[in-house]
T-cell receptor, first 112, second 112 residues
Framework: QKEVEQDPGPLSVPEGAIVSLNCTYS??????FMWYRQYSRKGPELLMY????GNKEDGRFTAQVDKSSKYISLFIRDSQPSDSATYLC????????????FGTGTRLQVFP | DGGITQSPKYLFRKEGQNVTLSCEQN?????MYWYRQDPGQGLRLIYY???????QKGDIAEGYSVSREKKESFPLTVTSAQKNPTAFYLC???????????FGSGTRLTVV
């Protein structure tokens, strides 16, 4: 079993839709959870960063963590064509490891 | 502005040739990383370095080499021993894995 799993998509939605992007992980030691956004032919950029379980909201984006089921989600409200990108999750352990583990990413397409 | 610069953006190589990809950062980050990205496979770690003059192999180091002579620079050499080098290569840096990574814009290498 991979440590981090994501549905690769593509996920295609109309403009204005609510998008749910999901990620599962296997290691219960993960404490921090990051979401990266990657536009085509660009490097990923950090979008959101949450600690432990619960929700975190930033504008149209909400990150949700359920540690009991090892499931993390990123919700995008009122999706825009500019949100079209690949979204990668990256859980982080509380232990002192030296590298991040990324999911494969979910490709999102928002059409006008 | 601080950031990571990867060059060149596009690179073509003939089979049997070595090629070096440049990565420079002015963020004063201690750790630097090289990833390879292929469609449907997400980010795979090639090499990483936490301090100058020290580096470790990642998950797919075969056919690659690196050096870390300066804090700001972490060049990656793709050698002729790499069987399938055509890919998108991403360099990243970090002050520590709990704080996330800053990525460069990537180099697309094509073997012709």
């Amino acid at each position: 079993q991979k440590e981090v799993e994501q549905d690769p998509g593509p996920l295609s939605v109309p403009e204005g839709a609510i998008v749910s992007l999901n990620c599962t992980y296997s290691n219960s030691a993960f404490q921090y959870f990051m979401w990266y956004r990657q536009y085509s032919r660009k490097g990923p950029e950090l979008l959101m960063y949450t600690y432990s379980s619960g929700n975190k909201e930033d504008g149209r984006f909400t990150a949700q963590v359920d540690k009991s089921s090892k499931y993390i989600s990123l919700f995008i409200r009122d999706s825009q064509p500019s949100d079209s990108a690949t979204y990668l999750c990256a859980p982080v352990g509380s232990y002192n490891t030296d590298k991040l583990i990324f999911g494969t990413g979910t490709r999102l397409q928002v059409f006008p | 502005d601080g950031g990571i610069t990867q060059s060149p953006k596009y690179l073509f190589r003939k089979e049997g040739q070595n090629v070096t990809l440049s990565c420079e950062q002015n963020l004063n980050h201690d750790a630097m990383y090289w990833y390879r990205q292929d469609p449907g496979q997400g980010l795979r770690l090639i090499y990483y370095s936490q301090i100058v003059n020290d580096f470790q192999k990642g998950d797919i180091a075969e056919g690659y080499s690196v050096s870390r002579e300066k804090k700001e620079s972490f060049p990656l050499t793709v050698t002729s021993a790499q069987k399938n080098p055509t890919a998108f290569y991403l360099c990243a840096s970090s002050t520590g894995q709990n704080y996330g990574y800053t990525f460069g814009s990537g180099t697309r290498l094509t073997v012709v």
